[in-house]
T-cell receptor, first 112, second 111 residues
Framework: QQQVKQSPQSLIVQKGGISIINCAYE??????FPWYQQFPGKGPALLIA?????SEKKEGRFTISFNKSAKQFSLHIMDSQPGDSATYFC???????????FGGGTRVLVKP | EPEVTQTPSHQVTQMGQEVILRCVPI?????FYWYRQILGQKVEFLVS????????KSEIFDDQFSVERPDGSNFTLKIRSTKLEDSAMYFC?????????FGSGTRLTVV
């Protein structure tokens, strides 16, 4: 199966709070798991990515947690800011640069 | 920072008409992709292009679709006879090594 399932569909968080978005995949051949941020009228932009040989990767306020046995990974946005309000997509591919299979997206709204 | 440029940003076309969506990828990138996003839905892979030929295509990419790199720089997606269900955002992406760069997309509206 090629699906990547993402939840929740939407999320409202107060400024300073933590946003958590979860994804699950089925294809064990996937080896690269990026997260993309998309603002209205723009294309997806790479936020952070992880490979299954590590369980966590942190870049600034953004952290990916990866659970290979459960075939799940999640994005945590710490100290959420109004500027983080966007749609976030998880994705998976068999290698970096290969075709991406996207999750359904999560619309995040950070309230001031 | 280098960008992927897509034109037009918005195109409205009559059902049954041909449309050509254009993309200027980043010059030293080697792999090129088209994805589409129907309003409110996820981003879906259409086709990948490498070394001037299609390397992979999805079930969506049927005989009505074609891609070309006519002059070594521009990368085009043609839909020969548009259907209402082709209405979507179409994103071009170019890739080198590990990095994907997406364009801002073309919103295609078929009426």
């Amino acid at each position: 199966q090629q699906q990547v399932k993402q939840s929740p569909q939407s999320l409202i968080v107060q400024k300073g709070g933590i946003s958590i978005i979860n994804c699950a995949y089925e294809n064990t051949a996937f080896d690269y798991f990026p997260w993309y941020q998309q603002f209205p009228g723009k294309g997806p932009a790479l936020l952070i990515a992880i490979r299954p040989d590590v369980s966590e990767k942190k870049e600034g306020r953004f952290t990916i947690s990866f659970n290979k046995s459960a075939k799940q990974f999640s994005l945590h946005i710490m100290d959420s800011q109004p500027g983080d309000s966007a749609t976030y997509f998880c994705a998976a591919s068999k290698a970096a640069g290969n075709k991406l299979t996207f999750g359904g997206g999560t619309r995040v709204l950070v309230k001031p | 920072e280098p960008e992927v440029t897509q034109t037009p940003s918005h195109q409205v076309t009559q059902m049954g008409q041909e449309v050509i969506l254009r993309c200027v990828p980043i010059s030293n990138h080697l792999y090129f992709y088209w994805y589409r996003q129907i309003l409110g839905q996820k981003v879906e892979f259409l086709v990948s292009f490498y070394n001037n030929e299609i390397s992979e295509k999805s079930e969506i990419f049927d005989d009505q679709f074609s891609v070309e790199r006519p002059d070594g720089s521009n990368f085009t997606l043609k839909i020969r006879s548009t259907k209402l269900e082709d209405s979507a955002m179409y994103f071009c992406a170019s890739v080198r090594d590990y990095g994907y760069t997406f364009g801002s997309g073309t919103r295609l509206t078929v009426v």
